[in-house]
């Protein structure tokens, strides 16, 4: 399996809620946080690589949470 000549971009929007995991053929991986270094080192040794991952960031969490203690005497 060749790989392609070209990165395809799917959004314009901000690509920062992401990690990248950089598959090389021998196995080693390696981690990014900015796209732009993932296409740099595409570019760069894609005859070394295997794939990309795509991986979520890690976030805190946001949201309500609920308070169990005062939820268990409750009748609906």
Same mark, same amino acid.
């Given at each position: ?5 070209? @990165? ?9 809620? /992401?990690?990248?995991? $950089? ?8 981690? @990014?946080?900015?796209?732009?270094? $993932? +296409?740099?080192?595409? @570019? ?7 794939? $990309?991952? $795509? ?5 805190? /969490? ?8 005062? +939820?268990?005497? +409750?009748?609906?």
């Amino acid at each position: 399996m060749s790989l392609p000549d070209w @990165f395809e971009q799917t959004s314009d929007l901000l690509y920062d809620r /992401h990690k990248y995991k $950089v598959y090389t053929k021998t196995g080693k991986t390696y981690i @990014f946080d900015d796209y732009e270094e $993932v +296409r740099a080192v595409w @570019f760069q040794s894609k005859k070394l690589l295997s794939h $990309v991952e $795509v991986l979520d960031k890690e976030t805190k /969490h946001k949201g309500f949470t609920e308070k169990t203690n005062e +939820r268990k005497g +409750r009748k609906n």
